[in-house]
């Protein structure tokens, strides 16, 4: 998430707009808005009230409920599920697959965040599990994505040491296993769904020095995945985010101030502000 936007293979050699990213990506922020979605979070306890507060600033209504039962239940009346990997402890790590097995087959859209899948055994082996469930997207850094591939990492913990590029064909065979997107972050994100790529610079660096910014945007991606399609949901979260951490850097004063900063201009974001932000961040590709 910084500055240009890297070369690729062009469809078109148009900006995103040509194929409608960004008027999809405005017209999901309306819908979000319009509906209210309930998100259910399974999600890191460190960043549990950062997740659920930038649902709240973006629109939509968390549900932070990760009881084994409980979680389940959530997950029959949610309109979307975020699984995040972070703290797997054991009544998270109970809940996870039934909570998956009920949001996959009411066809609710769910999506998977496998903090340090390739690092960590136990949850490497869940996280292929939860492959098969079919998540509407996969949110992770380069490491975590080539790990969930069955490629070789160079990760440490939760930090990734692969970079963006290093994930791309790892990312693709993912969204084709899985029939959803898969959502590469780092200097510059990468979204795909297996065909088609789009590249979005778009962030500030004040996003690497407070917890839970990966997790927010996990829980902005399934909010966004109750409301459209899973290409769209992935762009639109990570362009929102990003545009959103640009402005609250300009009058935070450092990692203290901008978590408050980043609530209030997720929650002052405008579809028309997320269209033109789509539109000058990205560029839609094929693999070359």
Known sequence: MTSAVPTSTERTGAPVPGDGLAAASAAALEALRTRVPLVQCLTNEVTTNLVANTLLAVGASPAMASAPGEAEEFAGVAAAVLVNLGTLGPDQRAAVEPTVAVASGAGTPWVLDPVAVGVLSVRTRLAGRLLTERPAVVRGNASEVRALAGLATAARGVDARDGVDDAAAAADAVARSTGGAVAVSGPVDLVTDGGAHVR??????????????????GGLTAAFAAVTDPFTAAAAATTALGLAAERAARVAHGPGSFPPALLDALHALTPE????????????????
């Open 200 to 217: 979005l610079a778009v962030g500030d660096p004040l996003l690497t020095t407070i917890t839970g910014a990966g997790c927010a945007l």
């Open 273 to 288: 502000d997320l269209a033109e932000r789509v539109a000058s961040a990205g560029r839609v590709g094929v693999p070359a």
